[in-house]
């Protein structure tokens, strides 16, 4: 079974929406804010909020995917990936 979980996090006037973020656990799986824009994150004061949601296992996956370089496969242990890291 899998899951997710919504975080909220500050968002400067200059983020770019469409970039996303990798877990190095996840291969070949991005991330990204809910919102497209700064216009539709939380305002609170002139400090912007953004959701983002996580992906939650909580049994093992067996994840497979194909590429110019051949096939893959990884198995994802449960937990919880996906964190937005903002260093």
Not at 2 to 24: C, H, I, K, L, Q
Not at 65 to 80: K, N, R
Request: charged content about 25%; proline content about 6%; overall charge negative.
């Amino acid at each position: 079974m899998v899951n997710s979980n919504t975080y909220r996090v500050e968002v400067a006037p200059d983020t770019d929406f469409m970039e996303g973020w990798n877990d190095p656990a996840v291969p070949n799986m991005e991330f990204m804010y809910d919102q497209e824009s700064l216009a539709e994150c939380e305002d609170i004061d002139g400090v912007y909020y953004a959701t983002y949601k996580t992906w939650v296992v909580h049994t093992p996956r067996l994840w497979e995917w194909t590429d110019s370089s051949g096939e893959h496969s990884v198995e994802i242990p449960a937990g919880e990936y996906g964190f937005y890291n903002n260093d």
